[in-house]
């Protein structure tokens, strides 16, 4: 296994693990300030759950940022595409690791002010979407930089196109001239005769 396919490989960790860890922790302490709030006041569980729900937006977020380099990692693949792939991955993960975690810290405080009787559910939520915006740049950044990928590898392919293309050529030229001289040869021999 080479290192440029090692570097991907742990960029795709980075990118779908750590975001994904953030989710969990997000959504469990979330969970637990409305386990606390459910003593409270009952009535509010949707809301809770709603809340409870939002850190775990950036795993799915680690998911999209996967498929998108996915079809970039394969042996042999050029060390500048493991690079970007490995630092998409870094990015996602500080990303979606701080926001997840941040977000969590707002919906959870909204989760024990609606326990305590206020009706903060729609003001929770515009508060909550700030730091979801964070980890959507994220996204967008990886998107951008899948694309410089894409556009690196075309620019690769069509270098070894030039140089199959040479090669062919080379071929092509080194049969005509066998057939030439295979072709004069044969007009020796039957001159001969």
């Given at each position: 296994?080479s290192?440029?396919l090692?570097?991907?490989?742990?960029?795709?960790?980075l990118?779908v693990?750590?975001?994904?860890l953030?989710?969990?922790?997000?959504?469990a302490?979330?969970?637990m300030?409305?386990v606390?709030?459910?003593?409270?006041?009952?009535?509010?569980?949707g809301?809770?759950m709603?809340?409870?729900?939002?850190?775990?937006?950036?795993?799915?977020?680690g998911?999209?940022g996967?498929?998108?380099?996915?079809?970039?990692?394969?042996?042999?693949?050029?060390?500048?595409?493991?690079?970007?792939?490995?630092?998409?991955?870094?990015?996602?993960?500080?990303?979606?690791?701080?926001s997840?975690?941040?977000q969590?810290k707002v919906?959870a405080?909204?989760?024990?002010?609606?326990?305590?009787?206020n009706d903060?559910?729609g003001?929770t939520?515009?508060?909550?979407?700030?730091?979801e915006?964070?980890?959507?740049?994220?996204?967008?950044?990886?998107?951008l930089?899948?694309?410089?990928?894409?556009?690196?590898?075309?620019?690769?392919?069509?270098?070894l196109?030039k140089?199959?293309t040479?090669?062919e050529?080379?071929?092509?030229?080194a049969?005509v001239e066998?057939a030439?001289?295979?072709?004069?040869?044969?007009a020796?021999?039957?001159?001969n005769?």
């Amino acid at each position: 296994m080479s290192t440029s396919l090692i570097l991907a490989y742990v960029g795709v960790v980075l990118m779908v693990g750590v975001s994904g860890l953030a989710s969990a922790v997000g959504t469990a302490r979330c969970g637990m300030a409305a386990v606390g709030a459910l003593k409270k006041n009952s009535g509010a569980f949707g809301s809770y759950m709603i809340l409870s729900a939002l850190p775990g937006s950036q795993g799915l977020y680690g998911f999209v940022g996967y498929f998108m380099v996915s079809g970039y990692i394969c042996e042999g693949m050029p060390m500048i595409t493991s690079v970007g792939i490995f630092g998409a991955g870094l990015l996602m993960a500080i990303v979606c690791l701080s926001s997840a975690i941040m977000q969590s810290k707002v919906c959870a405080n909204g989760i024990a002010a609606i326990g305590n009787g206020n009706d903060v559910m729609g003001k929770t939520l515009i508060l909550a979407a700030f730091p979801e915006l964070y980890a959507i740049l994220g996204v967008a950044a990886t998107f951008l930089i899948s694309s410089a990928i894409s556009t690196q590898g075309l620019t690769d392919q069509k270098d070894l196109n030039k140089d199959y293309t040479k090669a062919e050529l080379t071929t092509e030229q080194a049969k005509v001239e066998g057939a030439i001289e295979f072709s004069e040869e044969l007009a020796k021999d039957q001159a001969n005769k």
